[in-house]
């Protein structure tokens, strides 16, 4: 066997020893029952404890009220370890064994953190005042805030802790605003359950935010986060009394979460937010809103840069409000289902949009006097979206030029298939429209220099009709109706 080289045996020594533990790295534990070993309170092992060390804290086996602590972790790189795992349903759930009551603490002697009748507290269960701090393993309840992140308390992780009973859930202190300096970055919270809290289960000021893989069985305002570049993804919504999930912040990824009941459930507003592949039931207001501006929170919709709607489902919607409601130039809404909704499967405000491969069924009600799928601006293309049964209309051209209908289906309208109201040099193009109970393709009369070209329009109440000025129309195949028809259903629609 070679000797092995000094020079090689040197470097291999400095990788063990870049990669192993440090040294100074200990493992404190808390437990009242063994005080030979261990620390009787959470607050003392944190306190003695050194950054990279773990503190272990067991279940109070004799005592099922838990820890009445309110614990401060003043020290950078600790994790602090409960006895457990969240684990939650609709139906049933599972929570850690080590538990963190906020009722009868030194902060709230007499109360419990989160309120007791008409009379508040003010404890945090965990409130951390340090970098790169990590709580997993417990359930905390009955506090003002479960976890408090104090301002700077970046790269914070929680994970499988239940959250039950408390005013917030995770709750960073300050920052009214993405200029506030006060903020809480890189915050993970992840397979954690949260319900019965009063006001936000998870409500934090701060950038690159990540809040995946959670539990929500009973909500009150969910998530909301501000800040640039957060994640909030594949989390699970049973009921949200209010909002689910709220971002005010640019570069925003809303993706793969399951909402069955929520007042609110997506809404974002920022330049280039991604939200895809969600699942959204029975939602009573607008189902996915997203107000893409260059100032989150503003109105600069015309100088929002791009942002990606695509591969959601949403089914179910009342009291008249939208399915995707979209406001922004240079979006792209591709690729979603939407079923069942009240007023307009899809709404898109803005100019230079890709609305694509959409199926939108059942939309647009006769009393909210709405469309399955809304347009309202200029230079927009909206191809190959299939549109069918709409109480209304199912394309409509509320107002805008230059946009291009091209290569969509639109079939069983209870009025008109395309309906262009208004608008200039707009384009309908290789359309089917098929079957619907008003005029199949409708010019209105504020419409100019439209352009009606290789349609197949058929079996409408009447298949063509025209109200404003034609630039263009060869090649379509229709029965009923042509450019000296006037247009009859729609003319009186608001």
Not at 164 to 184: C, E, I, K, P
């Amino acid at each position: 066997m070679k000797p092995v080289h000094p020079l090689i045996a040197g470097l291999c020594a400095a990788v063990i020893a870049t990669t192993a533990e440090p040294a100074s790295a200990a493992k404190l534990c808390v437990d009242p029952a063994k005080p030979a070993k261990c620390f009787g309170t959470i607050q003392a092992a944190v306190d003695a404890a050194a950054p990279g060390d773990t503190v272990t804290v067991a279940p109070l086996k004799t005592d099922p009220q838990g820890y009445r602590e309110n614990v401060v972790v003043s020290t950078p790189s600790l994790t602090i370890q409960g006895k457990g795992k969240a684990k939650g349903s609709a139906a049933r759930e599972r929570c850690p064994t080590t538990v963190l009551d906020g009722c009868e603490t030194a902060v709230d002697p007499t109360v419990c953190g989160r309120t007791s009748g008409t009379v508040s507290g003010t404890g945090s269960g965990f409130t951390i005042a340090a970098t790169g701090v990590t709580i997993r393993g417990f359930t905390i309840r009955f506090f003002l805030n479960g976890i408090l992140l104090n301002d700077g308390a970046d790269d914070a992780t929680v994970r499988d802790s239940c959250f039950v009973s408390n005013r917030w859930g995770v709750f960073s202190a300050d920052g009214a605003s993405l200029d506030a300096t006060a903020m809480a970055d890189r915050l993970v919270v992840e397979r954690s359950l949260f319900r019965n809290t009063s006001n936000r289960e998870v409500e934090v000021f701060g950038n690159d935010v990540v809040v995946q893989r959670n539990v929500l069985p009973i909500a009150e305002d969910g998530v909301e986060i501000r800040g640039d570049r957060s994640r909030i993804a594949d989390n699970r919504f049973e009921t949200c009394n209010d909002r689910c999930i709220t971002v005010l912040g640019h570069e925003t990824t809303v993706a793969g979460n399951v909402i069955n009941s929520g007042d609110r459930p997506i809404r974002v507003s920022g330049n280039n937010p991604t939200v895809r592949e969600n699942e959204i039931f029975a939602a009573p207001v607008n189902a996915i809103e997203i107000i893409c501006d260059v100032v989150a929170g503003g109105s600069d919709t015309a100088s929002c840069t791009g942002g990606l709607v695509a591969d959601n489902e949403i089914h179910g919607q009342s009291d008249d409000r939208d399915g995707i409601r979209a406001l922004g130039s240079n979006l792209t809404i591709a690729e979603n289902i939407v079923i069942g909704v009240s007023r307009s499967g899809i709404h898109f405000e803005g100019d230079g949009g890709l609305i694509e491969e959409n199926r939108v069924v059942r939309s647009g009600t006769q009393a909210s006097a709405s469309v399955a799928l809304r347009v309202e601006g200029s230079d927009n293309r909206i191809v190959d979206n299939d549109v069918r049964l709409a109480g209304l209309v199912g394309i409509e051209n509320v107002a805008g030029d230059r946009n291009l209908y091209r290569g969509n289906e639109v079939a069983g309208s209870g009025r008109s298939g395309i309906w262009i109201r208004a608008g200039d040099a707009n384009e309908v193009i290789a359309n089917t429209v098929e079957d619907n109970h008003g005029e199949g393709v409708n010019n209105g009369a504020p419409a100019t220099n439209t352009v009606i070209d290789d349609n197949g329009i058929e079996g409408n109440r009447r298949d063509v009709c025209n109200d404003g000025t034609v630039a263009s129309f060869t090649g379509n195949a229709f029965a009923t109706g042509g450019l000296a028809t006037s247009c009859v259903v729609d003319v009186a629609v608001p």
